[in-house]
């Protein structure tokens, strides 16, 4: 089983246009409030070899430049906000307040942002804390684009590996089992993850745009 056979059979029941060739190639580009939602691999060259992550883009407009990263949660990230707050020399800025609210969300994940009290509301939607929850091995970024104009980048990124030991992206190994049993298992285990997957590329636009900055 592959990556590019899974995004196939999502393909073929969701529609979108698809961009895949022979190896791990594959591009789905969905639909989201007219904008493009873009999914695909992205690979990592490390000290043993590379590794490949799952990759969520979608563009969005904001009326000023604007910086946030949740990270993937970690148990130890609440102490670790803690370290870097008393560290000298870092830009306390970027780092949340610690009464900044929805521990639920925010204690086990290092949340960075440029403006708190535009994060506090975008944190304030709902379907984004629930999004979070959902998928806490997921990391959130929004970044500028090229030359201002308000254009933003929500880029959506996992922090298991495709193919990894720790991995819950369903890819196999079921080779040469029948196609109708693979075709199964791929809307049974991929179908469901690569949904909450982009439900958060979704629930984070949604929560951007909902109030003005």
């Not at 089983?1 to 246009?17: I, R």
């Not at 883009?57 to 008393?86: C, D, F, H, Q």
């Not at 939607?125 to 970024?141: F, H, W």
């Not at 982009?198 to 984070?204: F, N």
Request: charged share 25%; glycine share 10%; with cysteine.
């Amino acid at each position: 089983m592959s990556w590019n056979e899974c995004l196939y059979a999502y393909y073929k029941k969701y529609g979108g246009q698809l961009l895949a060739g022979e190896g791990e190639d594959g591009l789905l580009v969905l639909s989201h409030r007219d904008q493009p939602l873009a999914v695909d691999l992205y690979q990592v060259s490390g000290r043993y070899g590379s590794s490949n992550y799952v990759r969520a883009r979608i563009s969005l407009t904001l009326a000023k430049p604007y910086k946030l990263t949740v990270g993937a949660e970690k148990a130890l990230s609440g102490g670790m906000n803690a370290v870097l707050k008393a560290v000298p020399g870092l830009p306390d800025h970027d780092l949340l307040p610690a009464d900044f609210g929805f521990p639920e969300v925010t204690k086990k994940r290092l949340i960075r942002s440029d403006n708190h009290p535009f994060t506090k509301l975008v944190l304030g939607s709902l379907e984004l804390r629930n999004a979070l929850l959902a998928s806490p091995k997921e990391e959130l970024r929004v970044r500028p684009g090229p030359r201002g104009g308000g254009l933003h980048l929500i880029t959506i990124t996992t922090g298991s590996t495709v193919g990894g030991g720790d991995s819950d992206w369903y890819l196999g190994p079921d080779t040469f089992a029948p196609e109708e049993e693979r075709l199964q298992r791929i809307e049974a285990e991929f179908f469901p993850r690569l949904d909450r997957f982009l439900d958060l590329a979704r629930a984070a636009c949604s929560a951007l745009t909902q109030w003005p900055m």
